[in-house]
């Protein structure tokens, strides 16, 4: 019986392909986006905008700001700080296409890539760890 348990320790510990295949195929198609998030970031241009309205909470803002060549323009954000309508806060837009514009914070610019390279970033990192997708089943019926 002592040896049934080693010898289940040992598989365990054995990398899960599977997980990590999933993984990483996961992870290739932000690959896909990533040029278009450097280029907006190389291209574009920082001003200063202000909170104009709350469209779904404190985290998706309407921010109004004006070009370089004195154009009025406004977007939908999204941020992981709260604001409150009159906040004053960072926008970069493309001088080409001022329609084009972030808030300037970490998450609105790179939280996609941030959040699928953890997630998919963890499945590797368990599959070579041998965890596999559907250990808690199996647990439950050893």
Request: charged share 25%; net charge positive.
């Amino acid at each position: 019986m002592h040896d049934v348990h080693e010898a289940k320790a040992v598989q365990k510990k054995k990398t899960n392909w599977d997980s990590v295949v999933i993984g990483v195929v996961l992870f290739l198609p932000q690959l896909w986006i990533l040029p278009s998030t450097i280029e907006f970031q190389k291209k574009s241009i920082v001003t200063t905008g202000e909170v104009v309205r709350l469209n779904a909470g404190r985290f998706h803002p309407e921010v109004a700001f004006v070009t370089r060549d004195g154009e009025k323009r406004s977007f939908s954000g999204s941020t992981a700080q709260a604001t409150e309508v009159g906040d004053r806060v960072e926008v970069r837009y493309r001088p080409a296409n001022p329609s084009d514009a972030e808030m300037n914070e970490l998450f609105s610019l790179w939280g996609l890539h941030i959040i699928w390279t953890g997630v998919t970033g963890a499945i590797v990192i368990l599959g070579f760890l041998g965890v596999a997708p559907d250990s808690r089943r199996r647990a439950k019926n050893d």
